[in-house]
């Protein structure tokens, strides 16, 4: 199987279904004339022409809207945010309107957006550009979250995500665009709500979503040195999530730990252990672990940015304490 980017697997999966429907297009900053901030969007301005990738001006709340008011008339927009840290400003569009019009309308209205672009850390780019916002949209009714943490993923997960009748916030990790990974050429989706068990094993269930995932194999290959055998479950869509997936791996496990990119404090972690603590307390030998990054804003030094996200240590320090070996 040919092996792309992750940033190449999303541009296939928009050029492909831009080719399939001719009502799905695409506009944020830089998107068109400069190919993306990311270069996720590399050669569709010349492809597909100027009224199908648009360049808008720095006005995020301004083009958010757009695109939700062409969803509602029954256009397939992908708003392209150049990160999720701008994003902020356009919260208002996207959970007072986006969020709410089938809810609102009595389903007499729908709105098929898909607002994507990066989300957390990565370069040392500072407390303003390296957030982990995930959290403030799974927590909307109304909107599904999804956040890939593969090319394989990235390519079939945007497709289900452009096809969906209702928004989907589509957050990429800032750090893996230059991820290599096996793609197959042929037309395949990932259902919305779908996870994935990224490493089998029978002693404790990690459970992660985009960057997080690649620290948790590190994290489970270095435990298995020393007889631990981990299980890694990417959860893939935050909302909703794989309810039967984790089930299933941990009632082989008997262990759970959460590892996320994000603050500890109301979050998507927080939220996934609730619910395992209330649905498989019966099933668990240990508390439910969690890491997390630490709660203070982003530093901008490269060793205090790293010293502020989960690394593997952090990670095999919670297995084993839920292993009651450390």
Not at 188 to 199: E, F
Request: glycine fraction near 10%; charged fraction near 25%.
């Amino acid at each position: 199987m040919r092996t792309i980017a992750y940033r190449e697997a999303l541009n296939e999966a928009m050029v492909e279904e831009m080719e399939r429907d001719e009502d799905v297009f695409l506009l944020g900053e830089e998107v068109a004339e400069y190919n993306g901030a990311y270069k996720v969007s590399q050669g569709m301005l010349d492809k597909f022409g100027p009224k199908r990738v648009i360049d808008t001006p720095i006005a995020e709340l301004g083009f958010a809207g757009l695109g939700i008011g062409a969803a509602m008339v029954g256009l397939k927009p992908i708003v392209e945010m150049m990160t999720f840290n701008f994003a902020v400003l356009a919260l208002d569009q996207v959970i007072n309107t986006a969020a709410k019009m089938r809810y609102m309308s009595g389903g007499q209205l729908s709105c098929p957006v898909v607002v994507r672009g990066a989300g957390g850390a990565g370069g040392a780019l500072g407390a303003q550009h390296s957030q982990s916002l995930e959290a403030q949209y799974a927590h909307v009714p109304g909107l599904k979250v999804m956040m890939p943490s593969t090319p394989y993923d990235a390519k079939g997960m945007l497709k289900t995500a452009i096809r969906d009748p209702d928004p989907v916030i589509f957050i990429e990790g800032e750090i893996l665009y230059g991820l290599q990974g096996e793609v197959p050429e042929e037309e395949y989706t990932i259902p919305m709500g779908k996870g994935d068990i990224k490493r089998e094993g029978a002693d404790c269930t990690l459970i992660a979503w985009s960057r997080m995932v690649h620290v948790c194999k590190q994290a489970a290959d270095k435990l298995a040195d020393e007889g631990i055998d981990v299980e890694v479950v990417d959860l893939r869509s935050l909302r909703p999530f794989d309810k039967d997936l984790l089930r299933e791996s941990i009632k082989k496990t008997n262990r759970a730990v959460i590892v996320e990119e994000g603050w500890p404090w109301v979050s998507v972690g927080g939220a996934v252990a609730d619910w395992i603590a209330r649905d498989l307390f019966d099933w668990l030998d240990a508390p439910v672990g969690r890491v997390h990054q630490r709660d203070v804003p982003m530093p901008y030094a490269f060793n205090l940015e790293d010293a502020s996200l989960p690394g593997t240590e952090q990670v095999i320090e919670a297995v084993k304490k839920a292993a009651y070996v450390a």
